[in-house]
């Protein structure tokens, strides 16, 4: 990715940030975004250790400051563990989290079972709800406040075949990020949702070759989205620019639900 041009004035100087799921592409392209704008950024990840400490890495010789905590989301202590040692490593402080990590594998309905669909709610929903409750109680003793935001995704709203726990969580997400909106408010925490489109990873067009010639063909822009993409709507959200926005899911989808659908 091509690192955006330095401003002497950043937009999240002076912020620590937890972005989870921060192994993956779309994680990546958020942290990398976050410490480019001047935040100091704490990655969480599952099993993707390395590539989770690859991008520290890059992180770092940016001149950025960055660590890896590693947690299981469906675990409820382990979300509060986790942004505990967030804050922690922080100085005690944790302006912005960025809940991004989920999983989309693919099941039809008629033979999901109801283990299948827990493990995707736990991670994408019920993880979520723990490290949102985890952050705002410490964002709410801090000077300043702080934001949420979550990672939902245009299918909470336009289901795909097989996606059906997918596309049911991501839409909860959403709801949750606009409830929490209300209820932390007063605490001085904003929870806004990002909704994206599908972004471009290593191998897709080769895996997927069909869905992306669709998909550039229904998109005004004509790409994919890349994840520096959401990461720039996530700093925008944890940005002083968005102090007055709050219970707002922002699609990033090069325009595809612009599309009439019929």
């Known amino acids: 990715m091509t690192p955006h041009p330095q401003r002497s004035a950043r937009l999240l100087d002076g912020q620590t940030a937890l972005v989870t799921g921060a192994g993956g592409g779309i994680g990546r392209g958020i942290a990398l975004r976050f410490a480019e704008e001047g935040a100091e950024v704490a990655l969480h990840c599952r099993t993707a250790v390395a590539a989770a400490r690859e991008t520290a890495e890059r992180i770092r010789a940016l001149g950025g400051r960055a660590t890896v905590l590693r947690a299981d989301l469906t675990d409820e202590d382990a979300c509060r563990r986790v942004v505990g040692e967030a804050a922690d490593w922080g100085g005690g402080r944790l302006t912005a989290l960025v809940n991004n990590a989920g999983v989309q594998p693919l099941r039809g309905l008629p033979g999901m079972t109801a283990a299948e669909w827990r493990a995707v709610v736990d991670t994408n929903l019920t993880g979520v709800f723990a490290c949102t409750q985890a952050a705002a109680e410490v964002m709410r003793g801090q000077d300043g406040g702080g934001t949420v935001t979550h990672i939902?995704?245009?299918?909470?709203?336009?289901?795909?075949?097989?996606?059906?726990?997918?596309?049911?969580?991501?839409?909860?997400?959403?709801?949750?990020?606009?409830?929490?909106?209300?209820?932390?408010?007063?605490?001085?925490?904003?929870?806004?949702?990002?909704?994206?489109?599908?972004?471009?990873?290593?191998?897709?067009?080769?895996s997927w070759p069909e869905g992306v010639r669709r998909w550039r063909r229904a998109a005004p822009t004509g790409r994919l989205g890349r994840p520096e993409d959401i990461g720039d709507a996530c700093v925008f959200l944890a940005s002083r620019l968005a102090s007055w926005v709050t219970g707002h899911d922002l699609v990033v989808d090069g325009g595809v639900t612009a599309r009439p659908s019929w």
């Open 152 to 206: 939902a995704s245009i299918e909470a709203g336009a289901p795909a075949p097989a996606h059906a726990h997918y596309s049911a969580s991501k839409a909860a997400v959403v709801m949750h990020a606009r409830s929490a909106a209300l209820e932390y408010g007063p605490w001085g925490v904003r929870v806004n949702s990002v909704s994206p489109g599908l972004v471009d990873r290593e191998g897709l067009a080769e």
